[in-house]
């Protein structure tokens, strides 16, 4: 019981810590509210599931040392990063016109999982963490799995309420440019520093 709950505190610390998909998660639901945001969020749930069994299975890293790959990667990632900023931080207002697609959708979601660094070194590190079961060892990854998962359908759906509890303040105009700008340095930071610490390792 005792691994059981480090495990999901470990968990809990890994996946809800500011990062690309949960400051994105959060710049979302402020912006776009939290009815508009759950389909992004589905995706990139989503996304986290593939990832959880990329890193499981062990393919993450096998793909990570082909040679010349990871720069590839790295970069795409990069470039995904600026494009999601760039549309948080020109989101309009509240109560201003939007087209039905402006809010990001379930698609954009999974690919910024499956782009997002911090996601496999969180992962990764919980799937080397101590056994949590006396099963298989494919007994043993399916239940880190499946609590990983949970854990972060929790994680995501908290912080997109949390951006969409400042959604009143976006109707503002001024206060609403702001908060957006905000949360896309936030967002590029947290993606810049998980993909220098992956070109670093």
Same mark, same amino acid.
């Given at each position: 019981?005792?691994v059981?709950?480090?495990?999901?505190?470990?968990?809990?610390?890994?996946?809800g810590?500011?990062?690309?998909?949960?400051?994105?998660?959060?710049a979302?639901g402020?912006?776009f509210?939290?009815?508009?945001?759950m389909?992004?969020?589905?995706?990139?749930?989503?996304?986290?599931?593939?990832?959880i069994?990329?890193?499981?299975s062990g393919?993450?890293?096998?793909?990570?040392?082909?040679?010349?790959?990871?720069?590839?990667?790295?970069?795409?990632?990069?470039?995904?990063?600026?494009?999601?900023?760039?549309r948080?931080?020109?989101?309009?207002?509240?109560g201003?016109a @939007?087209?039905?697609?402006?809010?990001? @959708?379930?698609?954009?979601?999974?690919?910024?999982?499956?782009?997002?660094?911090?996601?496999?070194?969180?992962?990764?590190?919980?799937?080397?963490?101590?056994?949590?079961?006396?099963?298989?060892?494919?007994?043993?990854?399916?239940t880190?799995?499946?609590?990983?998962?949970?854990?972060?359908w929790?994680?995501?759906?908290?912080w997109?309420?949390?951006?969409?509890?400042?959604?009143?303040?976006?109707?503002?105009?001024?206060?609403? @440019?702001?908060?957006?700008?905000?949360?896309?340095?936030?967002?590029?930071?947290s993606?810049?520093?998980?993909?220098?610490?992956?070109? @670093?390792?």
């Open positions: 019981m005792d059981l709950v480090g495990f999901l505190l470990a968990t809990l610390a890994l996946a810590s500011p990062g690309p998909n949960t400051l994105s998660l959060a979302v402020s912006g509210g939290g009815v508009r945001g389909p992004y969020m589905a995706g990139l749930t989503l996304g986290m599931a593939l990832v069994g990329l890193c499981g393919v993450s890293a096998a793909v990570i040392a082909l040679p010349g790959l990871a720069p590839v990667i790295f970069g795409a990632a990069a470039v995904y990063f600026l494009w999601l900023a760039w948080i931080a020109t989101a309009p207002p509240l201003q @939007r087209g039905p697609d402006h809010a990001p @959708r379930w698609p954009e979601g999974v690919v910024i999982s499956l782009m997002n660094p911090k996601a496999y070194a969180a992962m990764s590190a919980m799937f080397a963490a101590p056994a949590l079961t006396v099963l298989s060892p494919w007994g043993e990854a399916m880190k799995a499946v609590l990983l998962w949970g854990v972060i929790v994680v995501n759906y908290c997109l309420a949390t951006g969409a509890a400042l959604n009143p303040l976006f109707r503002n105009p001024a206060t609403s @440019r702001a908060i957006n700008i905000c949360f896309a340095v936030a967002l590029l930071l993606g810049g520093l998980s993909l220098l610490g992956q070109i @670093r390792a």
